[in-house]
DNA sequence: AAATTTGCATGTTTTAAAGCATAATTCTAA
DNA sequence: TTAGAATTATGCTTTAAAACATGCAAATTT
């Protein structure tokens, strides 16, 4: 198979949400300018202030969006699994990037110049909706964190990061055990905390027989009580 | 001058940004369905979990967008001044309001429906491109806000807010009061602390200098420091 | 004008979470 | 395969900010 139809292949099968979207010429634009990228584990994408070119696709792994604050302390915005889009934010605001992005495990992506998607948005009605679509539920996402991270105590953020992570990366086939193995200091940079808290709250929860922890192996045993300590105290 | 007439020149002063995009028609059809709304002070606009229907134009007064978090505690997210575009967010995310909105002073708004805006957002490439930046320009704030509100100490929340204030809403004259007045528990909400703390830390930069409090009218004398605070310690 | 409410100011106490220290364990690379 | 580094685990100390209490002043109501 030619490099070209493999790629078609690719795309058409994994920007699925995109793709449906376009038409025919939209599509031979993208196979033109569309490159795939491969991350190691903990690679950095792109960095805090730089300028925005591309919009990235995760086609495969995980990858954090994350911002460098104060005392070398992380914190964790946003969380991406395959087949998702991110980076178009800063080029739409006409602003360098205010937070950076780095591959959480081996990871493929793929690149299409911002300038190409702006054309396409000028064409493109459905396109444009899904970008306002997608910035405005993270709009709100990201309201609604300011809240809960500010207000909740530590144990109802860690429920919450906990839930995060079931919603967005599932479980296991034994539909227990969490789809994703972060070290500590990512649960603390996710649920604003140190990684000394998040190393005892999680313990905590282990007792408590909310959660079971092996490592960085980590089964739900009671959700419904961590979505209540989520939600209150 | 007719009802009509006044209202097109309310609007078409007024809504100079967004005015300027649209053609004859679109022009017609907003002033077909512009609405004008007088709040009085502390008056709810609307309220989260309410469904979106309008957008909103504060044309005079002073709003803030702020949610209501744990034990009464509010955070206020974000202050707009005339002439500023709210309230499309959640229409656009398909979801219920997440925050709500409140006049802080005696206000004048305009509404049109989300659905007159969507039609025309559909015909109108400009128009699309205007919510993405706004919406864009947003996120990065309030993913910005994440941090420096979960890890700044209370002196730089402070300042931080003060600074939010000059840059939103200026100064009288004088070139050195703030152009809002509000009540410590504002200022507190805003600022991610207690009524207390943001009267004990107002009254600190007062001590230091750094600003002169006279009730709710607050003088900046020091703007460099307030930045450094700001920034650093 | 008296009474009541509301907002501002400040001191004291309590507490949640950070900071620090030290082991134990696991991973990694020479 | 072993030495070293990184990560996890736990206990102890410190601290920043919340919670609480009280007094005073200004504004509103009666």
Redesign the interface.
């Known amino acids: 198979m030619s490099i070209k139809s493999t790629l078609e292949k690719v795309i058409s099968e994994d920007l699925a949400e995109l793709w449906s979207l376009l038409n025919s010429e939209e599509k031979r634009q993208i196979l033109d300018n569309f490159e795939i990228h491969n991350f190691k584990k903990n690679q950095i994408i792109y960095a805090e202030k730089d300028d925005p070119v591309y919009l990235w696709c995760l086609l495969k792994g995980k990858v954090k969006l994350y ?1 460098d ?3 070398g ?1 992380q ?1 964790i ?1 946003r969380l991406y699994r395959p087949i998702q889009y991110f980076g178009y ?2 080029y ?4 360098p990037y ?2 950076s992005a780095s591959a959480f495990e081996a990871s493929s992506l793929g690149t299409l110049p911002m300038d190409v998607v702006k054309n396409m ?2 064409n493109n ?1 459905d396109l ?2 899904f ?3 997608e ?6 996402g ?11 105590h530590i144990r109802g953020r860690l429920a919450e990061a906990l839930i995060l992570l079931i919603d967005n990366y599932g479980f296991e086939e034994d539909g227990k055990t969490l789809k994703i193995y972060m070290a500590r200091e990512d649960v603390a940079n996710l649920s ?1 905390m140190t990684t000394s808290n998040a190393i005892r709250t999680l313990s905590a929860f282990a007792q408590e027989r909310i959660i079971t922890v092996d490592g960085r192996r980590i089964k739900i045993v009671d959700e419904a009580k961590l979505r209540q300590i989520s939600k209150f105290g």
């Open positions: 911002k604050g104060i005392g302390r914190q915005l934010r800063a739409f605001a006409h602003e205010v937070s948005i000028d009605r444009a909706w970008f306002i679509r910035l405005s539920k993270n709009l709100g990201s309201d609604t964190k300011i809240v809960t991270l500010t207000q909740k604003n």
